[in-house]
């Protein structure tokens, strides 16, 4: 039986990873290879990291961090922050990615994700959709680590990444980021059956069975989180944890 | 020591798979070249990417009468790990293009009814049914799940050299063993125990 991914993911900032609540408050929450050597020993899915500052700051995710990783990461994991040309996904692949996570530059060079996809195979190239609610304003996606809306619509924006080629869709509540009150359900579940690739959740989910949620009724392919694997108790305590599989109790 | 030959054609990193084998013991070679191939004792053929180009890269790096030689006439073992399980076809849909030609098979795209459950490409964990002992079932672990990330699957014209059966949208071979000739839809060397486990008994064949 078919069993979604349940994908941690890590945001890098100064060579540190840091939480965020609604893309803002940067809490540290430790050493990036320490928590891919905790990952190994709890068998995670997938990592996803992302360099939240990349894009602003006109560079690209440093190569020797990703290259850090892919030397200890046992399990697959996708790497975004800064990707503007094939070259940059080039190098990020040979050093031991399996995926690209593109975000600003699928907003502003559309024609990019097509040309990486050709390249590189969709199963390569995951789009990232974050999306934001403006008090009175409509729901839409924002880049440059949502300090830029797009003046589209999530779904309008997966359809054109699916349309050009790209693999996989990760749907981010900004307004949810950090939160851990649970998915914005509606949004994945519009987004997820807007496209017929897979679509990742992201944004929210506080508990395992957020977790099931967001497979069983935003009908994502795959769930993913922040604070979930980084926190622990009310406090928000900094502990790396991972659920066992008996612990998710997908359908 | 029997050489492990992990076969470069240019698509793909080939790191994970390197590491997975150093993992469970193996010295493993990474390389493209046709000599080292026709050499090896045992070969491992990965690949992510496109099918038609992974087959372009094979005959660039006049690789594919080392492969031919190596698996058919000195019957060397060899595992071929998702896109490189599709190379032993005859054809595939993916740029209608002819393959290695080692098994009776075509590689197919997947086709959805339910596009609501069922996204493409298929990627994530998935359980496998067994359809035969074969040498490799022996070192499969009980009820193990692996990770598949690909959108064409393989169709065998011959069942007998189907070992395991994977259920996502419709019934495919997810693994097939024919002699010497073993191949994986999955990766294996990102499914944790159950991969090392598939690897461990590959390295034993």
């Known amino acids: 039986m078919f069993r979604p991914r349940v994908i941690p993911v890590l945001l890098l900032r100064q060579g540190g990873l840091v939480k965020t609540v ?10 990036p290879i320490n928590a891919v050597r905790i990952f190994n020993q709890l068998d995670a899915d997938e990592l996803v990291f992302l360099d939240i500052r990349a894009s602003r700051e006109k560079r690209l995710i440093p190569l020797d961090f990703v290259r850090d ?66 008090l009175f304003g409509r729901e839409q996606a924002w880049v440059l680590s949502g300090t830029r809306p797009t003046g589209l619509a999530p779904e309008e924006f997966a359809r054109r990444a699916e349309a050009r080629g790209a693999g996989e869709i990760i749907i981010q509540s900004m307004d949810r980021d950090g939160t851990m009150q649970g998915y914005d359900l509606d949004l994945v579940r519009r987004v997820a059956d807007a496209v017929t690739i897979p679509v990742v959740a992201l944004g929210g989910a506080g508990t395992a069975a957020d977790l099931v949620r ?16 980084v926190f622990q108790g009310p406090r928000r305590g900094v502990l790396i944890n991972y659920p066992g599989r008996s612990e998710v109790a997908f359908e | 020591m029997s050489t492990l030959v992990i076969v470069d054609h240019g ?19 990474v390389t493209s070249d046709p000599a080292r191939v026709a050499a090896a004792e045992r070969l491992v053929l990965p690949g992510v990417g496109h099918f038609g180009q992974a087959m372009d890269n094979l005959k660039k790096h006049g690789l594919i009468e080392a492969l031919d030689d190596s698996v058919l006439r000195r019957k060397v073992p060899v595992l071929g790990i998702c896109l490189g399980m599709q190379l032993f076809a005859r054809r595939s849909e993916e740029g209608d293009v002819a393959g290695l030609g080692w098994i009776d098979a075509q590689v197919v795209r997947f086709e959805v009814q339910d596009t609501l459950r069922y996204k493409v490409p298929h990627m994530g964990w998935n359980s496998v049914q067994q359809k ?22 393989l169709v065998c014209g011959d069942e007998g050299d189907v070992l395991l059966e994977t259920t996502y949208a419709c019934t495919f071979p997810s693994a ?5 000739i073993l191949g994986v839809q999955f990766h294996p060397e990102k499914s944790h125990a159950a991969g090392e486990q598939l690897l461990r008994g590959f390295l034993a064949l």
């Open chain 2, 132 to 153: 035969k002992p074969g040498r490799l079932g022996a070192w499969l672990p009980a009820a193990p799940l692996f990770y598949f990330a690909h959108s064409y699957h």
């Open chain 1, 214 to 229: 967001g497979h069983a009724e935003g009908h994502a392919t795959a769930v993913a989180a922040g604070s979930l694997f």
């Open chain 1, 22 to 31: 609604r893309f803002g408050r940067h809490a540290y929450v430790g050493d």
């Open chain 1, 69 to 134: 990783v892919g030397e200890e990461a046992n399990m697959p994991f996708a790497v975004g922050g800064g990707i503007r040309t094939l070259e940059d996904i080039r190098r990020i692949l040979s050093a031991g990615a399996e995926k690209v996570v593109l975000g600003t530059v699928a907003a502003q060079d559309p024609g990019f994700v097509a040309e990486a996809a050709e390249a590189f195979g969709s199963s390569t190239i995951t789009v990232c959709i974050d999306v934001k609610k403006k």
């Open chain 2, 176 to 180: 097939v063993e024919r002699g010497n």
């Open chain 2, 11 to 29: 698509t793909g990193n080939l790191h994970s798979v390197e590491k997975a084998f150093r993992r469970v013991g193996a010295d493993p070679v």
